[in-house]
């Protein structure tokens, strides 16, 4: 076969290829051709690299193996998250939604120098190792995370269960790196969890948002309600360290606690820019609502918080969040690959994109770990004015005064797992004093 022929038909295989998205996608009218000659030109330039290491390269390559790198390389230079999905990724994301897939149970994003941790996911080997969000993977095992994709990272990082990761990974404020060992497991994701904070005050907890999420939300808010004798008095939504996931989910969980006005919307270059808006009916009837946000809450979770803060349904309570207000499309491509590419950005009610910038919390509060045995050590004695010795007496029994009428709730206590966790989260114990100084306001 000449060389000339082997360019064309090297051309007419990397322009079914490009086009294969758009083909699927079809963005519509907001969509335009770049100019053809332009277009063939750079394929030509494609097609003569590609045909160059096809020649001289060291090693012999396979098309399809050129061809997917291409497409990687293209994606990655765009964003930290527009990406190339082949077989297995493309796969392995389908899972994810779903709460169930093997690994170490952390949202990532590229980096510069490595691999950025989001969040860790509650409950999973890598939160239970001690990551955090905001932690900078620089190797991964023997292997230098500045060196590879976002996409081999991932690969690196998952595998069979019960096998172990090493991940070096550069922590503020630490003076040298850290090396973290990390058990592969299956991860099970609970998307939500509740409990009671105090007599008639809910804990929400969303980890994640997946498929089912804004139904288990409000079920959860039912029993709740149930197990506090029919009604409560306030709640706390905690998205801390929630990396986010689909977009439908954070509508659905946003609606369920506000009667009206926009959610959010997406606004495209190419496509159908989106709007969503609230239905009638609040779950929580209107009650005093604090939404726990830090660094690790992102995507929809942002998308949850900056609805909330908006329409002043809910008091924002914590550190900023991670910042990602971008939308990616996933478009299915031949052979069971796919690519995920950035095609919007979101807008929060009030008509702010977040992307880069994050929302700031109505309250700042540092989270710091308390231990039990130390608050004990440290806790002194108060003393007042009826421990002196020789204090006045307040002539209380001459004259009978009325009481100030005290707020009582009633309903189930907390349980003792969350006892033990308010003494040790102070963003949720600020967030838990708020409530009660809420209800005891507008209590009677």
Known sequence: MSLKLRRALLAIAAVAVLTAGVLVWQPGNGYRQANAATDYQQLQKFSHVMDIVRRAYVEKVSDEKLIEGALSGMLSSLDPHSTYLNKEMYKQM?????????????????????????????DTPADRAGVKAGDLIIKIDDQLARDISLAEGVK??????????????????????LEVKIVRAIIKVKSVKSDILAPGYAYLRVTQFQERTGKLLKGQISDLKKRSGGSLAGAVLDLR??????????VEVSDLFLEKGNIVSTKSRAGKSLTFDARAGDALSGLPLIVLINNGSASASEIVA???????????????????????????????????????????????????????????????????????????????????????????????????????????????????????????????????????????
Do not use: W
Not at 101 to 122: H, K, T, Y
Not at 370 to 397: M, T, W, Y
């Open 94 to 122: 389908t899972v994810d939604t779903k709460g169930e897939f093997g690994g170490l149970g952390i949202e990532i994003s590229a980096a510069e120098g490595g691999i950025r941790i989001v969040s860790p996911i509650e």
């Open 156 to 177: 690196l990082m998952r595998g069979k269960p019960g096998t172990s990761i090493v991940l070096t990974i550069f922590r503020e404020g630490e003076n040298q790196p």
């Open 241 to 250: 360290n929630n990396p986010g996931g689909l977009l439908n989910q954070a």
């Open 306 to 444: 900056g609805a909330l803060q908006d329409h002043h349904r809910a008091v924002l309570l914590g550190t900023k969040s991670f910042g990602k207000g971008s939308v990616q499309s996933v478009i299915p491509l031949q052979g069971g690959t796919a690519i995920k590419v950035t095609t919007a950005l979101y807008y929060t009610p009030s008509g702010r994109s977040i992307q880069a910038t994050g929302i700031d919390p109505d309250i700042q509060v540092e989270q710091v770990i308390n231990k039990p045995a130390e608050q004990a050590k440290s806790k002194i004695p108060s003393v007042s004015e009826r421990d002196l010795k020789g204090h006045l007496s307040n002539g209380n029994k001459k004259t009978r005064l009325k009481k100030a009428k005290k707020v009582e709730i009633k309903g189930a206590g907390a349980s003792a797992a969350m006892q033990e966790r308010l003494q040790m989260d102070t963003q949720l114990q600020r967030a838990l004093d708020l409530l009660r100084g809420l209800h005891a306001l507008h209590a009677g």
